[in-house]
């Protein structure tokens, strides 16, 4: 139930390209749903975060998509470039605790 | 601007040794917590505290423990390290306020032998 499953677990992107990143989830105690960015040696960063009552939310180059009736959520990276390259993590919270996705190594290539 | 630090970015511990990491962060922050991170598996919650001298156990807590004396500062105890706690460590606190943003350290890399 506290799970969130995350695919996939690599990405290879083209520069330019988009890069799709998918999470589902159980709990429907869940009330928020933030994507992470980690750079190698750092830790993770805030990148984006949706809440359930609104089905899409835009920052830049970052998408989140939300489908609630399917309980899955997922982040687009429009125009990927190199320096996207990282892991991203996708979470959902329930009361004080956040639940991690097992997280995507994203490589773009140049 | 935000920090949370943790003091030891690498560490090298002997099977059965008691080992301390520490974290503090400048941020005023209620809520911290401890979370393991190993490839595959992604950020797995060990305990996490929500007020001094407050815990509650995460996802995975058997083999840690933890300590939180001052709001600013939150410890967790390998009582006796085992090979299968070699890992990342890594360290986050948050309100829970605006943007619900956890703030990670750096991460403390524990190498048990």
């Known amino acids: 139930q506290q799970q969130v499953k995350q695919s996939p677990q690599s990405l290879i992107v083209q520069k330019g390209g988009i890069s799709i990143i998918n999470c589902a989830y159980e709990n429907t105690a869940f009330d928020y749903f933030p994507w992470y960015q980690q750079f190698p040696g750092k830790g993770p960063a805030l990148l984006i975060a949706?809440?359930?009552?609104?089905s899409e939310k835009k920052e830049g180059r970052f998408t989140i998509s939300f489908n609630k009736s399917a309980k899955q959520f997922s982040l687009h990276i429009m125009d990927s470039q190199p320096g996207d390259s990282a892991t991203y993590f996708c979470a959902a919270r329930n009361g004080n605790k956040l639940v991690f996705g097992a997280g995507t190594i994203l490589r773009v290539k140049s | 601007d935000v920090k949370v630090t943790q003091s030891s970015r690498y560490l090298v511990k002997r099977t059965g040794e008691k080992v301390f990491l520490e974290c503090v962060q400048d941020m005023d922050h209620e809520n911290m917590f401890w979370y393991r991170q190993d490839p595959g598996l992604g950020l797995r919650l060990i305990y996490f505290?929500?007020?001094?001298?407050?815990?509650e156990k995460g996802d995975i807590p058997e083999g840690y423990s933890v300590s939180r004396e001052k709001k600013e500062r939150f410890s967790l105890i390998l009582e006796s390290a085992s090979t299968n706690q070699t890992s990342m460590y890594l360290c986050a606190s948050t309100l829970w306020e605006n943007t619900g943003e956890l703030f990670f350290g750096e991460g403390s890399r524990l190498t048990v032998l």
């Open positions: 505290s929500y007020d001094v001298k407050m815990k």
């Open positions: 949706i809440r359930p009552d609104v």
